[in-house]
């Protein structure tokens, strides 16, 4: 078939509205082949100025149209060497002046194939494409070019590819976007990149991985929005884990960044960054919400010297009793802790983890079997082990009465090794300050960093401000205890999410461990237990092979020098690692099962607000009284269930018939909170003064 | 039987002609693996080989040769600029022989390049492309083939000349290579008529108010408007043996003064000849290249301000040619152009010889 029948054939493949953008070249050095062709760029039209790596473009065969991804620009001339050009200025005045003739200049873009559609639907061509025109690709192609029509799966948006010609109306009419000086300017074509969400959460395939350097690869800002993504998209319950390892990073992921203008202007006027219109059209151009999530956990240990403790009792209480001001987070503005839970571990917990909790040269068979002991006498608590030592101390201070010697042992274990156990033992109180807990710990009602997940929960644990032994700690546990959970089919949902950061730190190349074993078992089973990797890091030379190979979606932000000629990224050309040396923030080349050749694309701001912003807007120490607290919280609920939400009036009139003290209206809005179920014949004001009187609290009580 | 047929290629063409031969039973040969006359005949001459008139020379400028500097700028109330290029190629095969007759195929494309000026980037003119075709046939008298061949080409459409001009030399029996040599002048013929096609589409599509066109070789009229001719090499020289002493010491960035060549019937255009690069070292005619220009440029002024022009187009150099000295950037862009365009032109003709070649045997 010839050309012009075949532009005819696959119109929806090409923007014939921009038109013919170069040609194919073919020669007997650089010949097409099936994965690789070049083109010459046209000088005109405009469009074909604009034609740059990353751009999708469709041209043909015999009989087939083949959409490639440009790589690699260069521009010939006809000179044999460069001293030929400074012969043709010697003797010139001026080199800034042009010479009679500009010499002749194109632009050849290598092109790799991602994928052909032949005439017929039964032919799968891999005939490299003719000398002939160059299309840029429509929507329609790039969605075939990316694997779209192999999916078994949803259609989960993560990215949004951008090419060099117009966005266009229904009409055809090109689309002008106004600037921030007023000005209007063209929109470009963005068309959505998807994941296939069988490859993505599972079961075919499964986990992510994110690779960038800390702070110009945004890769948590990505995941974040993927996240986000599969919570909208994904037809299956699905929840997340992640872990706060930075400030307020991950604090207010409920605060929407995407408000109304006069919101937004308020906000703005605090300093903090808002989106674009571009943001907006982005989320728009991928059938997306840009909602925060909705229903964010966060849990947190208490502050080195602030857990709890009961000296008269074995147990400690912490539903309806904890005090948020004493969790080591900065999610404490008062009327801000409602999805603010603790995190409170007694001994034996502890003592799970002993490779975690004691230095390695301590950890020889016989403190093991000292441990071992510990938890066959039944020693939960701190206190317990307190007690349990005294009573050891007893026995190995009391001399024998026949031979007036002390024992050296107790049940066999040496006095040497016991003193040394207890050494460490209770050193562990300072070693995980905050954490550890001298009782038993009761947490009753309250959710649990390693329970259950409810639908589309994020739930992210705030180790921010902890010592090294927490984080390694809180980490470790929860993800392995999530792990065994989803081993034993109880996680609530059918498929959650582990975002785990700093993955050359967890599992590490080459490394042993805990963590790493976990992370290893999850990348290689997990996708059949409904856990899905989401890992990141900077340095992807330095992760465990099989957690990074297990990946079947891969994301690339700007990488360093040092990193980028590791072995890792030799499957990229050389041209898309020179581009990962410099891609700009918002950018990321993607790689996933479903597309042969890796592609660069743009995402929006997240839903939420940036960590800090939030928290210079909603974490500062404003002191509502306890109606204005009360009203507040109501009222978000009521918005949430979409029912009517109380007035300030009826809020005061009850309270006042209650007088009630802060401390008794934050544990009622806690419990009311806690046990309100959306979806429930009450509205939560219904649901407040119903509790609120069964309850009997306050001066009426 | 006429087979014309008026959407065939040169190659179809010349397939179909083959075919006719073949059926025929005349003993035509078929040489497709010759090489082409381009190469065996590549001549001595310069390109003013074909120029006509007598040596007899009137010198404009005075009663002799001078030389004289190019003038550093253009004068102040000047609008000339140089815009178009106007150059030729052709392919010149052996397609065979039959008899005493050499038969050869000429393709010749000639056309008008510009160079934009708001980018100064080079694009072929539409419309101003002239590709020609033409079968040779060089005969030894009486030969009992002639006719045959000449009706078998000429019934497919293609245009046939013949090579009987006795001047191009003395032809005895079995002199073939005197037969082959008689090609030549027909394709210079051929050559000729093809570009003043393209000039001739250069000139009824402007007034000359756009810009002047420079043209690879010489003016065949002196009366063209606003287009001057490159000499690049000589054969001839029409000078005293002072003036031609003078021209060879003349150094870079100088033209010699104007002089005009009488022929019968007229003049042929006001010509000087020009230093384009430094010869220090080199042959005395490194560099030295000869304009062509029409008869009503007819005062010192106009040469001055062509030869600034010409001289302005010295750089940058056709470093990929080795006639750079003397070639303008602009027209060595122009032939890259056109044998992209010859090339084509010639699609199929070597594989329509070769096809016969098997056919017969």
């Known amino acids: 078939m010839d050309a012009p029948s075949l532009v005819t054939h696959f119109d929806t493949l090409i923007d014939t509205f921009t ?122 192609a790039i969605r075939l070019a990316l694997g779209k029509e192999g999916y078994s799966g949803t259609a989960i948006p993560v990215l949004l590819h951008r090419n060099g010609n117009a966005a266009r109306d229904a009409d055809g009419e090109e689309i002008f976007e106004k600037t921030d000086d007023g000005m209007s300017r063209l929109v470009f074509q963005h068309t959505p990149v998807d994941v296939d969400s069988d490859y993505l959460l599972g079961p075919e395939a499964g986990h992510a991985n994110w690779t960038g350097q800390s702070g110009l690869a945004t890769k948590t800002s990505h995941a974040l929005f993927v996240i986000s993504s599969v919570f909208q998209k994904s037809p299956h319950s699905v929840a997340a884990l992640m872990f706060n390892v930075k400030g307020p990073d991950l604090l207010w992921l409920d605060k929407a960044a995407y408000v109304s203008p006069e919101a937004a202007d308020a906000l703005a006027g605090r300093g903090v960054k808002m989106p674009t219109p571009l943001d907006r059209l982005m989320y728009e151009k991928m059938a997306m919400s840009p909602a925060p999530f909705a229903d964010l956990r966060i849990f947190a240990p208490y502050k080195p010297g602030g857990e709890p403790h009961n000296e008269h009792g074995d147990q400690i209480n912490l539903d309806g009793l904890f005090d948020h001001a004493a969790l080591n987070t900065l999610r404490t503005a008062r009327h801000e802790t409602d999805c603010v839970y603790p995190i409170l571990w007694n001994l034996q917990e502890v003592l799970r983890y002993p490779y975690r909790v004691f230095e390695g040269g301590d950890l020889d068979d016989k403190f093991f079997g000292f441990l ?51 050494n460490r033992i209770r050193n562990l109180t300072n070693k995980c300050g905050g954490l550890l807990a001298r009782n038993l710990v009761n947490y009753g009602e309250l959710p ?254 | 039987m006429s087979v014309q047929n008026n959407t065939l290629t040169l190659g179809g063409r010349l397939t179909t002609a083959l075919a006719s031969l073949q059926a025929s039973g005349l003993p035509f040969v078929a040489t497709p693996a010759a090489v082409r006359l381009e190469h065996d005949l590549v001549s001595f001459d310069g390109d003013d080989a074909r120029e006509r008139g007598g040596p007899s020379i009137t010198h404009l400028e005075g009663a002799h040769l001078s030389i004289i500097p190019i003038i550093p700028a253009l004068p102040a109330d000047t609008t000339w600029r140089v815009r178009y290029f106007l150059d030729g190629v052709q392919r010149t095969l052996p397609i065979g022989w039959c008899g005493m007759n050499a038969l050869a195929l000429v393709v010749v494309v000639a056309g008008v390049i510009e160079r934009r000026p708001q980018d100064g980037v080079f694009r072929s003119v539409p419309g101003m492309t002239h590709i020609a075709s033409s079968i040779i046939i060089a005969s030894a008298a009486n030969d009992t083939h002639t006719d045959d061949l000449y009706d078998a080409f000429t019934r497919t459409g293609l245009d046939v000349q013949t090579a009987d001009n006795p001047t191009t030399g003395s032809l005895h029996d079995g002199d073939f290579i005197a037969l082959q040599s008689r090609i030549r002048p027909v394709v210079s013929t051929v050559r000729e008529a093809c570009e003043y096609e393209a000039l001739k589409a250069w000139i009824e599509r402007t007034d000359g108010s756009e810009g002047w066109l420079v043209m ?146």
């Not at chain 1, 473009?57 to 000179?79: H, K, W």
Request: charge should be neutral; glycine fraction near 6%; hydrophobic fraction near 35%.
């Open chain 2, 216 to 361: 690879d070789g010489s003016l065949s009229r002196a009366d063209i408007g606003n287009a001057m001719g490159l000499i690049k090499r000589h054969s001839r020289f029409d000078l005293t043996n002072t003036e031609m002493t003078d021209l060879l010491h003349m150094p870079v960035g100088h033209r010699s003064s104007a002089f005009q060549r009488a022929v019968s019937g007229g003049l042929r255009p006001i010509t000087w000849y020009l230093r384009l690069h430094e010869a220090t070292g080199a042959d005395p005619l490194f560099g030295l290249a000869r304009i062509e220009a029409p008869s009503q440029t007819a005062n010192p002024r106009d040469y001055d301000t062509l030869s600034h022009l010409i001289f302005a187009e010295r750089t940058p150099r056709a470093t990929n040619d080795d006639r750079w000295p003397t070639l303008l950037y602009p027209i060595h862009i122009a032939e890259r152009i056109l044998k992209v365009k010859l090339e084509r032109a010639l699609l199929g003709v070597p594989a329509a010889l070769r096809r016969y070649l098997r056919e017969v045997a």
């Open chain 1, 19 to 140: 038109g013919p953008i170069g040609r194919v070249v073919t020669s007997e050095k650089n010949p097409a082949a099936a994965h690789e062709f070049s083109f010459w760029a046209a000088d005109s039209p405009a469009a074909a100025l604009a034609l740059d790596i990353g751009h999708i473009v469709v041209a043909f065969s015999e009989e087939a149209a083949v959409i490639g991804i440009l790589d690699e620009p260069q521009r010939y001339g006809d000179l044999k060497t460069f001293l030929d050009d400074y012969f043709d200025y010697q003797g010139e005045d001026d080199i800034g002046t042009a010479l009679a003739s500009t010499r002749p200049e194109i632009l050849v873009f290598t092109c790799r194939v991602l994928a052909s559609r032949h005439l017929r639907d039964d032919v799968r061509s891999r005939r490299p494409p003719r000398s002939g025109p160059v299309y840029y690709a429509t929507p329609d």
């Open chain 1, 372 to 422: 071992s002991e510990l938890r066959e006498q039944n020693v939960q608590t701190v206190k317990g082990f307190e007690a349990k030592m005294r009573e050891i101390m007893d026995y190995l201070n009391t001399e024998d009465d026949e031979t007036g010697k002390k024992p050296q042992t107790w049940n066999d274990h040496h006095r040497f090794t016991i003193l040394k156990a207890n």
């Open chain 1, 448 to 701: 649990r960093c390693d329970g259950t997940f409810a639908d589309r929960e994020l739930r992210v644990v705030d180790i921010a401000n902890c010592n090294t032994t927490v984080q390694e700690l809180l980490v470790s546990a929860t993800i392995q205890r999530i792990w065994e959970r989803a081993e034993r089919s109880e996680l609530g949902v059918e498929k959650v999410i582990i975002f785990v950061d700093e993955l050359n730190k967890y599992a590490p190349g080459g490394g042993r461990g805990g963590l790493r074993d976990t992370l290893v078992d999850i990348a290689a089973r997990g996708r059949h237990l409904n856990v899905v990797l989401f890992g990141a890091e900077q340095f992807r030379s330095k992760v465990d092979d099989e957690v990074v190979g297990n990946a079947a979606t891969s994301f690339y932000g700007r990488i360093g020098d040092e990193e980028i000629i590791s072995p890792s990224y030799r499957a990229l050309t050389e041209s898309t690692r020179a581009e990962l040396l410099r891609v700009p923030k918002g950018t990321l080349l993607m790689r996933h099962a479903h597309i042969p050749v890796p592609v660069f694309g743009v995402f929006p701001r997240p839903p939420a607000l940036a960590g800090s912003d939030a928290q210079k807007v909603y974490g500062a120490s404003v002191h509502f009284g306890p109606e204005e607290s009360v009203y507040r919280v109501l009222r978000d609920m009521s918005r949430h269930a979409d029912v009517r939400e109380p007035t300030m009036a009826e809020v005061k009139s009850v309270l006042g018939e209650h007088d009630l003290t802060s401390a008794q209206c934050d544990e009622l809005m806690q419990r009311v909170r806690r046990t309100y179920r959306s979806g429930s014949r009450m509205t939560p004001w219904q649901y407040f003064c119903n509790t609120i009187s069964k309850n009997r609290i306050g001066k009426t009580g």
